[in-house]
């Protein structure tokens, strides 16, 4: 059986020529579903322009990403975000929650994008606040909640639709720190349920409770290490 993700030297260059800058230089990486992997660097180090590949946010220069065997380069743009909507959880750092909607209805937005009829979908997006934690927060607009509520919101809304990929970019980044370990743990919940979650962040301390840790210097991979 493949890996859930196979990337093969992959590229990512801006202004070809001469002063060309490589984002990514040549990655190539596997990840085996259901692992819990933590990609770390410093500042424009590639690790969040990766991110973006894996999410299907933006297409490489050149090489081979595929998603559960599939070749995302061969996908319509309709097919792939079908993809993104269906099969991959975004969690960021800024929360990017709508600031006129409460918590119920922020987490059943995507839902709707996928044409799911309003009962089924209030139903997993109360599950899913559940999940997190808020079930007292359902009505809650944003300005309403702490950073660390927010960010609660941001995951309910990114495992609503049971992705089997969840992608976390520096979730922590805007936190306190006990914030940032209820968020962490709440990935490693996930996790322990079957769901494959790749974590960005420039934290090697909070990288070390991921089972695997991949180190990106210059758009290149500079180390793969796994953890007990």
Do not use: W
Request: proline fraction near 4%.
């Amino acid at each position: 059986m493949p890996d859930f993700i196979q990337i093969r030297s992959l590229y990512k260059i801006y202004n070809p020529g001469p002063n060309e800058v490589r984002a990514l230089d040549g990655i190539s990486l596997d990840i085996e579903q259901g692992e819990f992997l933590a990609i770390v660097g410093h500042s424009g180090s590639g690790k969040s322009t990766l991110m973006n590949m894996l999410g299907c946010l933006d297409a490489p220069t050149s090489g081979e990403y595929l998603l559960e065997g599939i070749d995302i380069a061969t996908l319509s743009d309709n097919r792939i975000s079908n993809i993104r909507n269906c099969h991959i959880g975004f969690i960021f750092q800024g929360f990017n929650l709508i600031p006129c909607l409460d918590a119920i209805e922020n987490v059943e937005l995507p839902l709707i994008y996928r044409g799911m009829r309003r009962e089924k979908r209030r139903r997993q997006a109360k599950e899913s606040l559940e999940r997190v934690g808020l079930a007292n927060r359902l009505n809650h607009r944003p300005a309403e909640m702490s950073g660390g509520q927010q960010q609660r919101v941001a995951i309910a809304r990114a495992i609503a639709s049971h992705p089997p990929l969840i992608l976390a970019d520096e979730p922590t980044g805007n936190l306190d720190a006990a914030s940032g370990r209820d968020v962490i743990d709440i990935l490693l919940n996930l996790n322990s349920e079957g769901h494959t979650v790749i974590l960005i962040t420039h934290d090697t301390e909070i990288a070390k409770l991921a089972g695997r840790i991949v180190q990106i210097t210059d758009g290149r991979i500079k180390s793969d290490t796994y953890h007990g």
